[in-house]
């Protein structure tokens, strides 16, 4: 069982065997999770911030759950409120919040590469918690634990990724894991929301559904980004629905025990029918808000293992 | 002032096309005479031996950024000077991007007098085409011109509105007036930071496809089959655009184009983890894009080669890449960056200061750019192979942001004259 990693700032440098340590480690944590006494002393002494640049419940309450399951001290940071506004940069930020001696720095900003860019500034163990549309790597290790434990193994699947690929950091970070955990991937969505050159990650691209999703195991939906729309992407919800929103009927053409996933909050009606999303017979969409504190557990566990083995460093 | 006798020297003549041992005499600003070898004896005059190294015609650089006015602390005529000197650039042809643009005879007056005042080399300011380069209304192109302006352009920014831009360009015909573009089509590359494909994608950038620059090259090139003005591109840097570029020539029209020194050495591959040092305007390109560049520079369709020198300061680059700003520094590295591509064996020494002296001089109608006996003593004196590692803290431009900062480097420049004068000296 080995973790290289100082940071986790995405699933590109993650090997096949470290992900598969990190979902094993979040196996017990759902055990933990699901007794009665949930508390671990893992990350005791330890200070975890969270530094959210853009607005996000779901994820930064999940890792305010796990760091304080682990006995971590956590505290939230609504960077929109704050040092922004004032016109600090990223990097002053970054150098004041270091001066507080941190050991874990989970952080979300809109821009590609801010995460990266962070890292390099600070001395604790950074968690990228979605850069702009690049990686989002706590999501895709939370949805590889939903498959694996769904489908028994996470490899050898057909797992189709649908709509808005492109405005999407959880279908990169999907396509990276299950591309190197040796699956069968298909992208599908209107050709306006597939990024260029996706062609090039040994996956395979569809326009229509039926065509896409035909013998899938798993069914992968995204967000319809409308807040990223900078307009004229498609030309209505309505018609976005009818072709690409996953119904019972699009789903039939999928294997009869194909799983539904999304990684929410979800546009019902848009990219999803609401009663499928809520069949537990085929959506696993609450099992993924689960399994997304286990995961976001054994991710902090594992950088707290790497950074209790340096030695102190005494400088700022 | 006494003359200068450079003996000893391969001489690189891009007019000839040839490399050849020779010596020339300097004297009155001017090559007064142009030997083969052995030199004769010359009374009274200091003699430079070259000891080999070569000598070419001084770079005339289009389109570079001085600070002056507006933007001072990022780079003054003075510095940028200093970089151009030791970087073997006798002419500066600088943009009007300033704060605020050269749009007016007074502003450029202005700099005209900062630039003789404090800089070594050469300096020939462009105005800008429209009035604070907005492209609602054309500039006082006529009296631009009289206060000295060699060119007329709104640099990164596309005048949109085709009725402003084909009225500037006809009225600029009447003046037999150069303008220089910037071959985009600005609604497809809004917003992006990097060249759309694989590497963009992965590492999720909002990305301009390569084709932008086709269609605004497209569009300019048809204005300019109407209006009949003088054009420069200012960067062709895609493969698709060289079609609609050799169309152009082949129909006649006084039509030329250039591209940067990054275009030519690095791919969009180089910006690796979001390093900001390597955003510049337009992107990175693919491989394949830099490989149809550079061939486009061997063959001639692409006339003339630029650093697009762009100093930032260290604030504006330590932001997340979209944020950051663009652009690179290069008057004093663009020699040894482009000696890479001498080095590897894809561009021979004659070709290279066809594309950074001889046309760069004649577009813009100077008669230096040349080894011929009565054109100006611009002259750069280099050893191609002394090699040495960028540190970009010992560059002179006062902003630092090169992308070669460490790179391994082969190529050092002696001395740079300037109308027979030496500018700069190494040490």
Sequence with gaps: ?316 | MTATLITHARLIDPDAGSISDGALLLDGGRIAERFDTPAPEVPGAEVIDAGGAFLAPGIVDIGVKVGEPGERHKESYKTAGLAAAAGGVTTMVTRPDTTPAIDTPEVLTFIRDRAEDDSPVNVLPMAALTKGREGREMTELGFLLDAGAVAFTDCDRVVTDTKVLSRAMTYARSLGALIMAHPQEPGLSKGGAATSGKFASLRGLPSVSPMAERMGLDRDIALVEMTGVRYHADQITTARALPALERAKANGFDVTAGTSMHHLTLNEMDLADYRTFFKVKPPLRSEDDRQAVLEAVRTGLIDIIGSFHTPQDEESKRLPFEEAASGAVGLETMLPVLLRLYHSGELDLPTLFRALSLNPAKRLGLDCGRLAKGAPADLLLFDADKPFILDRFKLQSKSKNTPFDGARLQGKVIATFVAGTAVYRSA
């Excluded at chain 1, 209107?190 to 569809?206: H, K, N, Q, R, S």
């Excluded at chain 1, 609401?274 to 902090?300: F, K, Y």
């Design chain 1, 1 to 316: 069982m080995r973790f290289d990693q100082r940071h986790l700032l995405g699933i590109e440098p993650l090997r096949p065997d470290e992900i598969t340590t990190l979902l094993d480690l979040a196996d017990q944590y759902v055990t933990l999770s699901r007794s009665r006494e949930k508390h671990s002393s893992v990350l005791s002494g330890l200070t975890q911030i969270n530094m959210f640049f853009e607005n996000s419940t779901r994820t930064q309450s999940s890792f305010e759950i796990a760091g304080k399951r682990l006995g971590a001290d956590v505290m939230n940071m609504a960077m929109q409120a704050s040092s922004i506004k004032k016109g600090e940069t990223l990097i002053d930020t970054a150098l004041t919040l270091n001066a507080m001696h941190p050991d874990l720095l989970v952080v979300r900003h809109p821009h590609s590469g801010a995460v990266d860019l962070l890292a390099q500034k600070v001395n604790c163990a950074v968690i990228n918690a979605g850069d702009g549309r690049h990686e989002h790597p706590t999501q895709a290790l939370l949805d590889a634990l939903t498959i694996r434990r769904a489908k028994g193994r996470l490899h050898r699947l057909n797992i189709a990724i649908c709509g808005d690929i492109a405005h999407s950091r959880v279908a990169r970070s999907n396509i990276l894991l299950l591309h190197k955990m040796e699956n069968r991937i298909r992208l599908v969505g209107p050709a306006t929301l597939m990024p260029p050159g996706m062609d090039a990650f040994g996956v395979e691209i569809y326009d229509d559904m039926r065509e896409g999703l035909a013998d899938a195991d798993v069914v992968m939906m995204l967000r319809l980004q409308k807040e990223r729309m900078d307009g004229g992407f498609i030309p209505s919800e309505r018609e976005y629905y009818h072709r690409w929103g996953l119904d019972a009927e699009k789903l039939s053409v999928a294997k009869p025990d194909a799983i539904v996933m999304h990684p929410g909050p979800m546009n019902r009606g848009v990219e999803i029918d609401g009663t499928l999303a809520d069949d537990i017979n085929r959506s696993v969409i609450q099992e993924q808000v689960e399994m997304g504190v286990a995961v976001r557990m054994a991710a902090m566990d594992l950088l707290a293992r790497n950074l209790r083995a340096r030695p102190t460093e005494l400088s700022a």
